[in-house]
């Protein structure tokens, strides 16, 4: 994608969705980052649909601890990998309490250090929670990148440093949901709806893929 094609691949995209946000559901800070952990591998819907009945009963790192690995595990046994979440999410509470009073670090560095928490779920956090113009590269991120020429490359990482190089300041905050989305419902993986898309006109994918047979 030529530099000159991304200010209107992104104009065009936030013309249809203003302000786009996170799919997951939370109402807190600690409830974004614990639905982040409970996401790897597994849909928002998913998530969510744990998540609606696990935090009107416990929705705080204490809670959370209080319920015990049994509890936790009833309520998030649906999603995968729930036993390695439910470990997960209860260390990430305990080092919450007695490291950080029970909020949510708002640095990188002491939000990976929890376990469970990635570069890429560290990146949501910040970037959801607290506003900050980082860039979570998840598959939908990696896919959209790599084929509409946006920010090739052959990692996670180097697509990461790309898209902050690359992405208009004025658009980097929102950058995030734009792209997954766009690559959750149109530039899906194994045929993109190009046809369907508004930013086609901007991208290097091809040949465009057409419209189904009637």
């Not at 390695?84 to 007695?98: D, H």
């Not at 996670?156 to 905050?173: D, I």
């Amino acid at each position: 994608m030529k530099k000159e094609d991304i200010a209107p691949f992104f104009a065009t995209l936030k013309a249809a969705n203003p302000m786009p946000v996170t799919e997951l559901e939370y109402t807190s800070v600690f409830e974004l980052l614990a639905s982040v952990l409970l996401s790897a591998q597994a849909t928002d819907v998913g998530v969510n649909k744990a998540t609606r009945k696990l935090y009107p009963v416990a929705n705080t790192p204490q809670a959370i601890l209080d319920l015990g690995l049994e509890g936790l595990e009833s309520y998030i046994r649906t999603i995968g990998l729930y036993r390695t979440k439910a470990k997960n999410l209860l260390a990430t509470c305990e080092i919450l309490l007695k490291q950080h009073g029970g909020q949510v670090p708002r640095t990188r560095e002491a939000l990976e250090a929890l376990p469970g928490v990635g570069r890429k779920t560290a990146n949501v956090v910040l970037n959801s929670a607290f506003g900050e113009a980082v860039m979570a590269v998840d598959t939908h991120i990696f896919r959209v990148s790599n084929r509409t020429g946006l920010a090739p490359g052959k990692n996670p990482l180097e697509v990461e440093l790309k898209l902050l190089k690359r992405v208009p300041a004025e658009y980097l905050v929102d950058a995030h949901h734009w792209l997954i989305l766009h690559g959750r419902y149109v530039c899906i993986a194994r045929k993109p709806l190009c046809w369907q898309c508004a930013v086609a006109p901007w991208c290097d994918f091809e040949p465009k893929t057409p419209p189904p047979a009637a």
